[in-house]
């Protein structure tokens, strides 16, 4: 068992840290997007969790008063709703 057989060893332990830190990258990145899924609302057309605010604009009549034209879009089925909101 010379030198070289502990380098080797190293470097065998240091290849598997890498490939672990790669999919643990991987597993947070997953969670991250599940996790925004899991807290949408739901859409009112197709139920899936995935209905979130596209775009909001100020009420060109009533946005001295604070209100918004908010358009509300589903990723999953893609269909839209507008609402007026404040
Ligand atoms: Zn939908």
Redesign the pocket.
Known sequence: MGIFDGLEAALDKLERWRKLQDRVDTLERELAELKARFFLPQ?P??G?P??RLAKSTPNPDMEEMGVHDRIYR?D??G?SETRVEV
């Open positions: 859409c057309f197709c899936a995935a209905w589903c999953s089925c269909k």
